[in-house]
């Protein structure tokens, strides 16, 4: 099955995990990375989530599962230790076109948790599919082996200055190019930084056309 990789924005949206065990920890953890907007339903949590519930991160709903929990929900995750439940609520999901995880299940599944390298707003994600979690996690762990540590605050300094040449360069080739360049060269965030005085110059040279009033 081809799968269409994307980031999806969720913040403030409303998610939903079945379960508070093992299973469901991390996917809460990462809903919560997000800024979703998380309720648990779970008769039982393990202690992190309960104290999640007790600080306000999360919903905690005390309780089994019942058909209609997934009214008004964006996405939800089936992370009980039970097949039968995990499947029904995909069910449920399905014939209300809600995006569903079951965890460790991946015939029922909309969509998988890759494993995530990240470094600031910087993040590569790896999937197989569900095929091998173990393998994704080993990608990972030798990705994130070879990525600087100071690479996410790279770029936050080249996404600065990208702002800043679209702003003074106009739509073109030429603006392309140049941003590709800079992609390539080290940026900091001061003014006589080699990357910002290359963009300033390139845009005297390439001045953007007089707005006609």
């Known amino acids: 099955m081809d799968l269409f990789p994307i980031f999806l ?25 997000a800024h979703a907007k998380v309720t648990v339903i779970a008769p039982e949590a393990r202690p992190r989530v309960a104290d999640m519930a007790a600080e306000g991160e999360i919903e905690w709903l005390k ?15 089936a992370a009980t230790d039970n097949p039968v439940v995990n499947r029904a609520i995909f069910k449920e999901a399905t014939e209300t076109n809600i995006l569903c995880n079951a965890v460790d299940d991946p015939p029922f599944c909309d969509f998988y948790f890759p494993s995530i390298v990240r470094r600031g707003d910087l993040q590569i994600a790896i999937s197989t599919a569900g095929a091998s979690p173990a ?22 300094d ?6 800043e040449v679209t702003q003074i360069e106009p739509l073109n080739e030429e603006r392309k190019w140049l941003l590709h360049q800079l992609a390539q060269r080290e940026v900091c965030g001061y003014e006589s930084c080699p990357s910002r005085l290359l963009a300033r110059e390139h845009a005297l040279k390439n001045p953007l056309p007089e707005k006609k009033s």
């Open 158 to 163: 080249l996404g600065n200055l990208r702002r």
């Open 135 to 156: 393998l994704a996690q080993r990608l990972r762990k030798e990705i994130n082996a070879q990525l600087p540590l100071d690479v996410g605050d790279w770029l936050t």
């Open 63 to 77: 309780r089994e599962y019942a058909a209609g929990d997934l009214t008004g929900q964006f996405l939800v995750v």
């Open 9 to 33: 924005k969720i913040a403030a949206r409303p998610c939903v995990v079945v379960g508070a065990g093992n299973l469901a920890e991390a996917k809460i953890d990462s809903l919560l990375a």
